[in-house]
Structure formats: C-alpha cells, structure tokens
C-alpha cells in the first residue's frame, strides 16, 4: 500500500486546493493606495513646497458627522474639515468664525447671530443660517440617535423635542434670513459663544445628509466647510486632508497637505516620530511612551502641557465606612499626591486638590485656578489624617475597619495607581484595602449601580468652563456623581449660580461650592490634574494642544 | 465523494447555527452596553439611542430581526463606527490580514519544511541539532516579544524596514518573520518526527537500493508521505493567521481584522461582533472542510474512510 506513488500531478493539486482560496482573494484587494502619490496642491504661481502636517490618532474617528461625534479623534479630524459660528484661538476663548456678530439681549437668553456672506460648502452652495438650523434641529431629533444632543439642550425647547414630546418647530432655533439666526436659551449662558465652537453646533449641508445617515462615512460623500476637505479616508488605516481652496479665509492656513494615520501602539507611534515619518506626538496618538516620558522631558524635545482632566476616586458616600466625612478626609489627606505623580505617574501631572483643572479659563481673563486657587483646601498630613480617622471611627461606632475594595478599570496604569495609594493608607492609617479591576463595560456598570466602596474616575471637559467639574461631579442630581455626594448647600449654590447675574458671581459660587464639597467634606477624593506630553518636529509652528488637550492643528505652519 | 462534501457542508451550515445563536445570547449576557460611557447619558438621548437600535425590544425580538436579516445576507451596520456596514468593514480589513497571512503561511511551510527535511536527514547529528535549538527558539519567544524587538532593531535602530504599515513588499517583511516564527519552529518539529519514521520504511530502503541519491529520496518519496501532518496542521493554522493577529497589527499599525475582533467586544459593538464570529466561523470550516478534502486527495486510505464516515 506504501508503495502506491501516483503521479507528482495528484501532489500539486493539492497544493492548489490548499491555497486557491487565498491567491483568488488575494487579487480582490488592491485598492490600497501608495503612500504620497497625491502631490502637494500648487496654490497660484508660487513655488512654495507644499507644506504637510503628520500626525497619528489612536483610533478610528467613530463618526464625522457633527450630530454623532462624541471623542476627541472625531474631533480633531472634523476641525479642519469644518467651521462652526465660533472657533476658539490658542487661549481657548471663542472668536467668531462662520458668524460675523454675535448679539446677545439684555436678559442674556436670546442670540441674534449674523452670519458671513462668503463662505461655502465644498460643493460650491452657500453656507447659510439655515443650514445651522437643519443641523441643530437634525441633532435633536430624536430618530437621528444621536448621543451628544444634549449639548443643545440649552436651547428652549430643545430637550423635549428630544424627547419626542415637543416638535421641531418649538426648538429655540430659528434662520430669520438667509444669514441671520437666531437662538432663544432656557436661561442665560454666558459661555454660549464657546458652545457655538463646539462639534455638535457645526453645521452640516441639508442635500448631501437629508434621508442619507451614511454620508459621513466615506471621503467622497462628505461635503464640509472647513479649512480642509477629506480627500481620502481609509478605514482603519489612515485619513488625507488637503487645503480647501474655496475655504473663505484660506490666506490664515499653511498646510496644504494633511495625512493622520491611525496607530495605537504608543511605542510605534514613537518609533515613527524618530525616523521621520509623523511630526506629532500627543495625547491623541497615544502619547510619548511612559518609560521614555522623563528622558524626553529632561532631554527638552517633549513638552508637558496641563489638561482640562481630573483623575480621582469615588467614594460611596452611602455605605460604611465612606459615609463619614472624617474618614473620607483621612483616606484623602493620608496620600502624598506629589510622590505619586514623581513616582507613579510619571508626566508631570499636577497634583489636585479641587475638581477644577487650571487650563480651565475662569473669570476677567484669567484662569479658574488663579482665582480661585484649590491649594488651601485641604492639606495632606499623615498625623492629622490619623486621628481624623479615628475620630470618624468613633462616631461611626466601629472598633474594626470594614473590608473595603477599591475598584479600578482593567489597565496597568490604574493598577499601579491603586497599589500606591493602598500602600499609602496602609502605612499612613493602617488599613488593608483590597483591590479589584473589572473590564471597562462591566466596570461602568458597577459603577453607576453604586456597587463599589472606592472607585477610579477621571473627568474631562466638554466646554472651557468650570461647570464641567461642578455641576456633573458634585450636584445631587448629577448622573455622574456615582458616589452619590449630597449636600444640600452645594445643591443650592450650583442651582443659584445658573441664574447668577454674571459669569464672574456664576464662577464665585461655583469655586464656593467646589470648596464646600472638597474642603468640608470630601465628597470625592481628588488625585491628580492630567497632563500631556507631546512632541512636535522643528520647523512646526501654531500646532498646539488646546485646553483639554487636544491638538489643534488647524492653523499650524512649516518653515 | 459528493455526498461526503454534501454531508460536511449540512453540518457546517448546523454548526454556523449554533454558534450564531450562541454567540447572541452569550454577547446579551455580558454586562455593558454598546451605548456605555463615562459620562451618565442624559436620559432622554439614552432612550432615543435605544429606541433607534432596536435595543428597547425584547431580547427574542432582537434575536429574530438578526437572524432575518442574515438570512438576506446582511450583517447590519456597526454601532460604534457610524454607519459602516459590518460587511464592508470586514472586507475591508480582511485584505491586508490575508495578505500578510498568506505570505506568512508561505513562509512558514518553506522554512519549516526546510528545517525540518534537514533535521530528519541528519538525524541525531548537529545540524539536526542546529535545526531543532532554531525551531525551539522560534515556538519559545511569543510574536508579543518578538514583533517589537523585530521592529526595534530593523527599522528602527538599522532603517533597513519601515517602522510601520503595509506600503510596499518591503513592509511585509517583518510582520511576517514574526507571524510565522511559532508555525515554522511546529511545522519543522512535525515534520522531522514524521520524516525520520518514513526514512526508516521498507519502500525508502528499496529507493535506496535502486541507488538513488538521498536528495531524490527525501523531495520524491519520503516528503510526501512526511507531509500529512502538516495539511492537517495547516488547516488550523491558515484558519488562525488569515485571520489576523492582534498584536502583530498593533504594533506594525496595520489596518487588519484582527483588532476588531477585541474591539468590537470591548465596545459592545453587537453587530461587529456577530459579523466577526461568523466570518471567523465560516473561515475556519472552509479551511478544515479543503483540509479534508486535501487529506482525502493525498493519501488514499482516508479516502476509503472518509466516504464511509459521510454514509
């Protein structure tokens, strides 16, 4: 039977079969481009060389349809693709863009926006107030589904359209020319200007999006109205922005040319910046490498920027032993936040002793923690922090300490985080708290349900402005005060400060009740300020990372 | 031999059922949502999103809606990458794994069959050794470890690779080198130990006594009986490289399949996850199913076998 040899052919064709699948579904796929084999666009008869701006993102933008984005890549990538009635400049305040006056009323409840006559989409039509109606009232609606439509709500009428209770015609919105809209508030917002600047109030072209939810998700079905068009967008891969010709103030942008590749691997990402390949390294693309971050930054090629970003712990203030202020102000006096950061977290990052990043502008032009520093609130001391414990201890009648977790995310960061500040209490006030990490969406769960003793959070801004950190963290009525902090006067101060006569009374209470909360009675415990660490190619200039950190890169220039 | 291919193809289809129903109530029960986040969504966006993915409805109102709609074919559109089709995703990223796959796949039977024809004839002496301590090494250090220390070096220290990407052929290189360390240290092993059995059969003595060289020997007689093994093995293995591998696309940023089928579960992404497993799923029976048949082309006993296993 061995013996049986039939001929060579039979054995081929076996070959054949084991790999015919492949080689056929081989061929299928070869669309893929080679890199630059679009040159730079010549604009006029300059001979400039073409200017290109490299970057990575960490992952796909999810969307770049402005009623679906909801993160910072998303984010990143429609601020060159699109212009909304406001942009903020490098220090965060609003400057109008597509709008040419904003005006508010005496009661500060209704806007009455002019718009600019001469800008347009990239199919050629005008940019009118109607489109920010369409797309402001298409946000809203609740069939759109869309998860940042409560960034509106400050609109009247906006949340119950949303709701499916009101009609769209209710909403506060209203195009009473073709260049003239106008806005009516819920109550005054000072800080409305800078919303206008936010991605959920860009407009979009009613043609190419009406009755067509996936238009934003190929390169040749976007019509947008930025700086920039989306020349090609490669899914999973990378995403080719070039300079509009038609944009309206196409003289204040440099780059002609912009490729954002997607990466994750933060050492790759490095790797490419050395050898020449992108020109950005941030918080977006995934950052500088932990273990290179102290060699960079002493070597004067990184750079530390503050972020408007708290990482701290919940308590649950509703379970023993988190019920008793002195024992929360003991577990939060008892760590030494600066050696964390030195020894742990390792970017710079400042320690926090409020809820309010200092990147986050505050009252008459300067910053919310220059007024209102958070320094005094509270002051980390061991021995006080023990004899706080034992006294909360007492009043709480326990002779031993609860077994208490603290629970964390699943990530090496967190971990390393949370084994220092166990160590911490247990030297510091002798208890053992145990430690336990649950995957991200489990996490989120127990968390929201309220089944945690300690919990990791970290909070970032939506908008340049305290509330961010007030109002969602420490309100009683907040969805993501998870600990369940409650205290009446906080309550009432927060409340008041919406109808506070001005934005500088609205941030005194804010600052006031941020206080009550932190210095009386630690409703949460606050660690650290994030930061970010980037790097950026000699020659570049205007690429910079805003407030919250993320890159704007939009009015950037090349040597 | 038809109705053999008939009746593994109505136990396929039986299994792929099994496994989509399962694998839709398994991704149900886990906790999290496609629509968690950090922030506490308001309420009333909390319910249209709901409503807007079906996801308000009973789960067996859900489970037959999914199913209707494979059954035309269509695998929905992904949560969380805004009206994307899971179809085109997949097709999409499938390309540059099955590139690398295939060219990882290649290498691997070369290479391993390679070593592993030199270790049978030189059994016992040191390039047996020399082959083996290569093969030990290669299914030793992870593609975790490896990729990154590939990438550091010959890219990034020497220049000689591009640190990341799949532009040109030269960027194969070492996305490959570090796909196919583990299979070609396994196909070299398996196929040694098969090789040095057949080299000491009665038929191999007589090629021998009709003085053929030992060359012809091993390339004419003793590698195609060796080689069974390594069909079957490349059945699993094609199945699980073309497939893509998370890490290697990671770290060589590469636009595969691979990290979708974590992502996805992370993100709850229901729809991509299904589209995932299916895909996996029909890969890999396709794979086992030309598997057998290969088995069946390349040695006539399993024929005999075979056909009666089918009825």
Redesign the interface.
């Known amino acids: 039977?061995?013996?049986?040899?039939k001929k060579p052919v039979?054995?081929m064709?076996?070959l054949v079969?084991?790999?015919s699948?492949?080689?056929a579904?081989?061929s299928?796929?070869n669309n893929?481009p080679?890199?630059s084999n679009n040159g730079g666009t010549n604009n006029g008869g300059e001979t400039k060389a073409p200017q290109e701006f490299r970057f990575?993102i960490g992952s796909?933008p999810?969307?770049l349809?402005p009623a679906?984005m909801?993160d910072a890549q998303s984010g990143i990538v429609a601020s060159g693709l699109y212009e909304g009635l406001t942009r903020l400049n490098t220090k965060g305040e609003p400057e109008n863009a597509i709008a040419k006056e904003i005006k508010a009323s005496e009661d500060g409840k209704t806007y009455t926006i002019t718009l600019r006559e001469d800008a347009k989409w990239s199919n050629g039509d005008p940019v009118t107030a109607h489109d920010f109606e369409y797309a402001w009232k298409r946000s809203l609606n609740?069939?759109t589904?869309?998860?940042y439509?409560?960034m509106l709500?400050y609109i009247e009428n906006a949340?119950k359209f949303?709701?499916?209770e009101g009609t769209a015609d209710e909403v506060g919105v209203k195009a009473t020319g073709d260049y003239t809209l106008e806005v009516q508030l819920n109550s005054p917002a000072p800080y409305f200007p800078s919303l206008l600047a936010h991605y959920t109030y860009l407009p979009v072209h009613e043609g190419t999006v009406d009755g067509k939810?996936?238009?934003?998700?190929e390169a040749n079905t976007i019509v947008s109205n930025g700086p920039f068009v989306l020349k090609q967008w490669?899914?999973?891969?990378k995403l080719l922005l070039e300079k509009n010709p038609d944009y309206y103030n196409k003289d204040a942008i440099n780059f002609d040319k912009v490729t954002i590749?997607?990466?994750?691997?933060e050492?790759?990402v490095f790797?490419?910046f050395?050898?020449n390949?992108i020109d950005w390294i941030g918080a977006q693309a995934g950052s500088v490498p932990p273990d290179l971050t102290k060699k960079m930054i002493d070597e004067g090629r990184a750079e530390v920027t503050s972020v408007a970003s708290v990482y701290y712990y919940l308590f649950n203030n509703n379970k023993v032993p988190f019920n008793n202020a002195k024992v929360r102000k003991a577990f939060s006096m008892s760590i030494d936040r600066q050696s964390l950061i030195d020894n742990v977290a390792q970017a710079n990052q400042q320690p926090a002793y409020g809820l309010v990043p200092p990147s986050i502008a505050g009252p008459d032009g300067k910053m919310f923690r220059e007024v209102y520093p958070d320094t005094g609130y509270f002051q980390e001391n061991a021995d006080e922090a023990k004899k706080l414990f034992e006294e909360g201890m007492a009043e709480l009648g326990l002779t031993a300490f609860p077994e208490v977790t603290l629970l964390y995310n699943t990530s090496e960061g967190h971990k390393k985080l949370a084994e220092a500040v166990v160590d911490m209490w247990r030297k510091s006030l002798g208890v053992e708290v145990k430690l336990a990490n649950q995957?991200?969406?489990?996490f989120?769960?127990?968390r929201?349900a309220g089944q945690f003793d300690i919990a990791r959070s970290?909070w970032g801004a939506d908008i340049n402005h305290p509330i961010n950190f007030t109002f969602?963290l420490i309100h009683p009525k907040?969805?993501?005060n998870?600990g369940k902090y409650n205290n009446p006067k906080v309550e009432k101060l927060l409340d008041d400060s919406l109808v506070a006569s001005s934005s500088e009374e609205s941030m005194k209470m804010m600052a006031e009740a941020e206080k009550v909360a932190v210095s009386e009675d630690m409703g949460v415990l606050p660690t650290f300020y994030y930061t970010t660490v980037t790097m950026l190619k000699d020659g570049f200039e205007g690429v910079i990372s805003d407030y919250s950190g993320h890159l704007d890169w939009v009015h950037g220039s090349k040597k | 031999m038809l109705r053999f291919i008939l009746g593994k193809f109505v136990f396929m289809v039986f299994s792929l059922f099994l496994l989509v129903t399962a694998t839709f109530l398994l991704m149900n029960a886990?906790?999290?949502?496609p629509?968690?986040?950090?922030?506490?969504?308001?309420?009333?966006?909390q319910?249209?999103?709901e409503?807007?993915?079906g996801l308000d409805k009973p789960l067996y109102v859900q489970y037959g809606k999914y199913m209707a709609n494979l059954l035309q074919g269509d695998l929905g559109?992904s949560m969380?990458?805004?009206?994307?089709?899971v179809d085109k995703?997949i097709?999409?990223?499938?390309?540059?794994s099955?590139?690398l796959?295939?060219s990882a796949?290649v290498t691997s039977v070369i290479v391993g069959c390679i070593l592993g024809m030199i270790a049978a004839m030189h059994h016992r002496k040191i390039l047996d050794n020399v082959a083996m301590i290569i093969a030990v090494i290669g299914m030793a250090i992870p593609s975790i470890v490896l990729a990154?220390l590939l990438?550091?070096y010959f890219?990034?220290k020497w220049?000689f690779f591009?640190?990341?990407?799949?532009?040109?052929p030269l960027d194969y290189v070492l996305p490959t080198i570090a796909l196919a360390s583990g299979p070609i240290a396994f196909i070299a092993r398996l196929l040694r130990s098969t090789m040095i059995e057949v080299l000491n059969?009665?038929?191999i003595k007589?090629a021998k006594s009709k003085g053929l060289s030992g060359y012809v020997i091993v390339a004419r007689?003793a590698l195609?009986?060796s080689m069974l093994p390594v069909?079957t093995y490349?059945g699993y293995l094609?199945a699980g490289i073309?497939t893509g591998s998370v890490v290697i696309e990671?770290?060589?940023?590469i636009?595969g399949i691979g990290?979708y089928f974590v992502q996805s579960i992370?993100d709850?992404d229901y729809p991509l996850i299904m589209g995932i497993t299916i895909f996996y799923a029909v890969i890999l029976m396709?794979?086992r199913f030309?598997?057998d048949?290969?088995y069946v082309?390349?040695d006539?006993?399993m024929r005999a076998s075979g056909g009666k296993g089918a009825k």
């Not at chain 1, 995957?439 to 489990?442: D, H, L, N, V």
Request: a negative charge; proline letters at 6%.
């Open positions: 039977m061995k013996g049986n040899f039979q054995f064709l076996v079969i084991a790999f699948m492949l080689l579904a081989c299928s796929d893929k080679t890199p990575t796909e999810p969307s349809d679906l909801t609740p069939e589904g869309s998860e439509a409560y709500f949340e949303n709701s499916g939810p996936e238009w934003a998700a490669v899914h999973a891969d590749s997607i990466v994750e691997d050492s790759t790797q490419l050395e050898t390949k995957e991200w969406g489990t989120l769960e127990s929201k970290g969602d907040s969805g993501n998870d | 886990i906790p999290g949502s629509l968690q986040s950090e922030k506490a969504p308001n309420e009333t966006v319910k249209n999103l409503a807007y993915y559109i969380k990458k805004k009206f994307q089709s995703m097709a999409n990223s499938f390309g540059p099955l590139r796959g295939l796949i990154p990438q550091y890219a990034f220049g591009e640190v990341a990407g799949l532009n040109a059969a009665d038929f007589t007689h195609r009986n069909v490349l094609t073309i990671k770290i060589f940023a636009p990290k992370i709850r396709v794979t030309l598997a048949i290969a082309l390349i006539p006993r």
